[in-house]
């Protein structure tokens, strides 16, 4: 789904450095969402928004910071990256709570 | 918070035959229970939903089935084909206040023997 589209779609990074993620789409969906996957422990929630002045942590936000700098854009920071934040990142929207959640392509991420 | 338990991890099954996956979640409040298929290396990918004011939802070979007082919902495929080999995700909404996002079980993997 070419509408949510994520940047980079691979990074290797070393423990310590700081890393953004983003997010974009072209759906005009208000809410967006970052989660994480891990093989055997399915999709977590990070961090979601509702709308550019509203951001809310989800289940594991520890060790993350998100930023809001459009409607359709929704960015991903590791401040200092450990080795257990090894994850595949998936970025989401959706037109409302109940509503599908479009998923972007994923970034593969590596700390080492 | 939510916790959704989902069940098999691995499932293989003729083609042809019916492949059957369930979930369980812990918040009644919950009103929302969507499925995903995830191909491997790609995004996951709504196939159905449904809703805490129905039973059930069919689509084609694809149904879902939702029992509110047991808190538990499941997917159902009949007629499986190779082309249904994935990993199925099951979710539900968080609940509470203006809370959002999904709660996913840890996913089955479903293999379609030829």
């Known amino acids: 789904d070419a509408d949510v589209t994520q940047t980079p779609r691979n990074r290797i990074t070393k423990t310590g450095k700081r890393i953004m993620l983003e997010c974009s789409q072209t759906?005009?969906?208000?809410?967006m969402y970052w989660y994480r996957q891990d093989p055997g422990l399915g999709l977590r929630l990070i961090y979601y928004?509702?709308?550019?002045?509203?951001?809310n942590k989800g289940e594991i936000s520890d060790g993350y910071s998100v930023s809001r700098q459009a409607q359709a854009k929704f960015s991903l920071s590791l401040e200092s990256a450990i080795p257990n934040q090894t994850a595949l990142y998936f970025c989401?929207?959706?037109?409302?709570?109940?509503?599908?959640?479009?998923f972007g392509p994923g970034t593969r991420l590596t700390v080492t | 918070g939510e916790n959704v338990e989902q069940h098999p991890s691995t499932l293989s099954v003729q083609e042809g035959d019916s492949a059957v996956i369930k979930c369980t979640y812990s918040?009644?409040?919950?009103?929302?229970f969507p499925w995903y298929k995830q191909e491997l290396g790609k995004r996951p990918q709504l196939i159905i939903d449904?809703?805490?004011?129905?039973g059930e939802k069919k689509d084609q070979r694809i149904a879902v089935t939702l029992n509110k007082t047991a808190k538990h919902f499941s997917l159902h495929i009949t007629e499986t084909q190779p082309e249904d080999s994935a990993v199925y995700f099951c979710?539900?909404?968080?609940?509470?206040?203006?809370?959002?996002?999904?709660?996913f079980g840890k996913g089955t993997h479903l293999i379609i023997q030829p």
């Open positions: 989401a929207t959706s037109g409302g709570r109940g509503r599908e959640q479009y």
């Open positions: 759906k005009g969906h208000d809410r």
């Open positions: 928004s509702f709308d550019v002045k509203d951001i």
């Open positions: 918040d009644s409040a919950s009103n929302y």
């Open positions: 449904i809703r805490s004011n129905v």
């Open positions: 979710a539900a909404t968080l609940s509470g206040g203006g809370a959002d996002g999904l709660t």
